[in-house]
């Protein structure tokens, strides 16, 4: 069973979605993330082992290589799209509650940006590595944040912003939930935001790679 | 001391890097900032930001590349700050309409090969209507008035498909079909040197072609280097030969951390890479030290240094690259993206003096 996950874990690095996808080419005609976790499930593994030693092995693996640029954006998206054709079939143990998401982070492109790529990439390397995710798309008001979270309690924030004009309503957004929803995690990440800046506006982590988000959260609840 | 030479005459000889009396100076602002130093009475109304600033540089967009002509965009949802549109790519974008950004992708009809041969390919051909005839031979005549040297502005490829099918897409469909993106990448290719074929020959050619073309993100490019070599640079590649066969040097913009693509572009033959985004990662004297001797370079000084509005920090900044990349005669100042309204008027103006005054060279020899 072991080598089925390890299988599983390929597919997902390597962004074989099914037995029909063409990619990537060397794969073609093999068993692809959608039939393999088929065939674990209907073998009796857990969905927890399924999602937890095959899809966060293989997110993981791919989100390291992306951190060393040893891969690309293409790459990256090929493989969330794999994940997201086995995560379909896991639904329904998610909501029995038999699989088990590692938590729970609201996401958003800030008040003012409507750049969405960034936190898009983000949102998939956190899926693949177990977290359920609430993206707020973009252009996310603070009150907005903030009704989220309290709807969610115990939710960690993702903040992302691309332009130096609107990466200053992150500030506004920190204020808000250390107010109304004080034991939130935050972090932030997007082109012109820093460390520096980060310590500024008083949130808890930066990451300048989805990957470093991911290791991030995870910490939080190790 | 050499004497002082044109505009015209000075980014010439940067873009080649020949002699010059000093380093060009050349950029670009957001509205808002504009706007802001307009209203503060520093620039009058419609005042000619070259004029106001001594830019080297007048270009004009003239290229409209939407698929379809004739489709009036559809506004399908309006909030007091945004709205969405479907246009003639049949792209829904939704654009901020209180400052500027680049819009949101919400959707496409082009999603892979057969959307984007049934709704945009056919209707990609050379019309007159695609070009501002009036506004590129208005601009070049001001610019020639000026001694400025007047640049063909437009994208290249990989900023013309994003409009139509979204990075997602795009992206996807470069390792899922390349096939399809290199059709897509062929056929707005030729179109953009068809137009350019018929613009040059009833208007007159400029003096150089700048390319905006974002293939970065923050710390790497869209795209692996082998990708880019396999499908976006033998476009690059065509319309830098055909820029060249004509006498006319080629600026490549991009936002973002392209580094590992700089080789790539270097051979399809670029004469200067402009705007080296120093917080995605760029580093304007390490790509000086790389590629100076190939390569001009506009841009990689850090508009954070600028927003500080500290004089001590922008000359840090210039101190620390200006005397470096002045050296092969192939540097034209600008900031590494746009100047936002957080920088003061006055912050700029020390900005434009100071990094000028830097920039000068004293002899033939220096």
Redesign the interface.
Known sequence: MSELLAQLAVCIER?KVNKA????PDLRGQDGAEELTKQALDSGVAPSDILEQGLIIGMGTIGHK?SR?E?????L??AA?AMSSAMVQLKPFFESGQARHKGTIVIGTVK???????K?LVAMVLEGGGWNVIDL???VAPEKFVETLKQHPGAALGMSA?????MVNMEETVKRVRQEAPSTKIIIG???V?DEFRAKIGADAYS??PQGALDWLNAQVA | MRKTMTSRERIGRILRRQPVDRIGVFEHF?G?TIKLWTDQGHIREGESLEDHFGFDFMMHWPFNMVAQLDFEPVVVEETE??VLTRDGNGALL???K??D?????VDFLVKDRAGWEEHVKPFLAPDRRRIDFQGYRDRKRLAAENNRFFCWAGVNVFELMHPVCG??YM??G????PDWVKDMVNTLCGLTLDLMDILFAEEGPPDGIWFYEDMG????????PA?YREIIQPAHARTVDYAHARGMPVVMHSC?YVA?LVPGMVEAGIDALQVI?V??GMDLVQLFRDFGDRLSFIGGID??TL?SNDRAVIDAELEKKIPVVKGRYGYVLHSD?SI???VRYESYRYFVDRGIALGHYMGPND
């Open positions: 962004g996808s063409p990619y990537p992306f640029n891969v690309f954006v293409p790459d998206l090929m799209k003012g940006d409507l750049h969405d790529i960034g898009k798309n973009v252009d691309l332009l130096t004009t609107t997007g082109a012109p820093t300048p790679d | 957001w808002d700050e945004t939704r654009r901020h209180l400052h950004a680049t819009p949101e992708h990075h997602e992206l996807m470069m390792a899922m079909d993100l923050k710390g790497r490019p869209f795209m692996s990708m973002g590992p985004e917080k995605a508009v954070r927003y993206h936002p309204d957080q």
